[in-house]
């Protein structure tokens, strides 16, 4: 159930403007890969190029191949809504359906192409993502009341219940914890941890710690300066990239002498 | 010191404050006393009306049986027009918001707005002049293959001036009301619900139905009553489209009448008992638009829970 990434050459544009350039990396499957960097120097962009995403944003295009265990999320006749379905998000801030209940929250993703899932099923399932999510013994009581009811921590959590229920073969996730208390932070990291078991993990990170903490590669992105594209300036275990860069920008980046 | 630097708050911005709170309850003020006073003016209006002996009233059953009639009409008439309305106006605010390239939907939206300025009279008299007359042979069609519904019993007018061509114009009149408040609730969807469906894997319809429709349901149903609102209350398009008569089950033969075009029909001419009755009248109307506002109010806030706002 994860699949490895491989992205060459890709360059990113917002209509004329270059974001991101010319990023090349290769993303293990079972293993959580963290992309820190400066604010703006284009790691968000480009994971969300990673499940089509940024098609989103109006006039976000991109140039170059994503490789999902072989097959292109590029390709010609691929469809992003396919592709969205096997590479799940995770978002900045939480996000459950307001109107829908926890339950729903859950199976949202589950019933959606008019696929039909008996209540016993759905039973399981709901049952299987919150325990995945580490969220069913807060919450197994009131199934039925809105997501919206929860702290921000069980929300994203949440998020995460709703994600893994479609058991996509990766999750990428946008920095989950800027929004939440240092608690609520902790859940979300030992969360990463378990989830590394059977999903490929992307993280987006601002904080070198939890990237220390949480993941096996890192990857350090950097710009140049405004109006310079993104780019990628080093990947690697993340224990190297922590202790011993080969780059000198990585190096100053990590020890907290800018950025 | 500290203490009177702390006490002498007078300055301009202070002097602001209280004009500004002070305009806001006038505004406030003003707004109950016209309420109140034209609930006033109709009741006391009314009163000969609803204590004159039957006899004399219109028809000479009493007023019950002159405004009950009219009543069904005009909910027939606003139910006609909200039932072709609302599905068009949702579709065409979804296809401004969520689907036209920006720049058609800029344009369409502008037309959309335009048909609101267009005059009602104008409307009455392209409903009475042409619609009424296009419409009639589809008004023989329904009579002679659905005329088994009492809705459709025929024979229909050969005039086209029937309460459903009523309702038709109707409908065009409320479809930029429901349109643009629609659009701009649609507009508004939080764009982090609406990639949380994408991300699942939703298509842009299923993105729809679970974040764009969820979200604005409380704002199209007061986009739908702001437009039953005008439907009930429109006057003069109905006063020149409907050739009016008594109730009928049928929608497609003559006969029917709304409270709006009634009074209108009817005021100029009307002196003592007579104007009290269509006051009166006025005064039945008054209380259907507000029961039909308390009722939205109540179906909006049966939802509160599961609504966007917390």
Known sequence: ?259 | MTATTLTSTQGAGRAGDKIFSGAALAAGCLILAVLFGVALFLVVQAIPALTAPSAEIQGGEGFFAYIWPIVIGTLIAAVIALVIATPIAIGVALFISHFAPRRLAAGLGYVVDLLAAIPSVIYGAWGAAFLAKEISPAYNWLAANMGWLPIFQGPASATGKTILTAGIVLSVMVLPIITSLSREIFLQTPKLHEEAALALGATRWEMIKMSVLPFARPGIISAVMLGLGRALGETMAVALVLSSGALTASLIQSGNQTIAAEIALNFPEASGLKVSTLVAAGLVLFIITLAVNMVARWIISRHKEFSGAN
């Open chain 1, 1 to 259: 159930m994860s699949k490895r990434i491989d992205v060459k050459d890709l360059n990113v544009y917002y209509g004329d403007f270059l974001a991101v350039e010319d990023v090349t990396i290769n993303i293990e499957a079972k293993s959580v890969t963290a992309f820190i960097g400066p604010s703006g120097c284009g790691k968000s962009t480009f994971l969300r190029t990673l499940n089509r995403m940024h098609e989103v944003i109006p006039g976000a295009r991109v140039e170059g191949e994503v490789m999902l265990d072989g097959d292109n999320l590029y390709g010609p006749g691929v469809d992003p809504v396919t592709v969205r379905s096997q590479i799940g998000m995770v978002f900045q801030r939480p996000n459950p359906f307001p109107t829908m209940s926890i339950r729903d929250n859950v199976l949202a993703g589950v019933k959606l192409n008019n696929k039909k899932i008996s209540k016993g099923e759905a039973d399981v399932l709901v049952e299987r993502s919150l325990k995945g999510a580490n969220l069913w013994n807060e919450v197994k009581d009131r199934l039925e009341k809105p997501g919206s009811g929860l702290s921000g921590g069980q929300q994203q959590r949440l998020c995460i219940a709703r994600a893994i229920a479609v058991e996509p073969q990766v999750i990428l996730m946008d920095e989950p914890c800027s929004a939440l208390d240092p608690i609520s932070t902790l859940a979300i990291e030992d969360l990463i941890n378990e989830l590394k078991d059977q999903y490929t993990v992307v993280i987006v990170t601002h904080n070198m710690q939890q990237a220390a903490r949480v993941s096996d590669r890192t990857a350090f992105f950097n710009i140049a300066g405004t109006g310079k594209p993104g780019k990628l300036i080093e990947v690697g275990d993340t224990h190297t990239i922590f202790s011993n860069p080969t780059q000198k920008a990585t190096e100053d980046y990590v020890s907290g002498r800018f950025g």
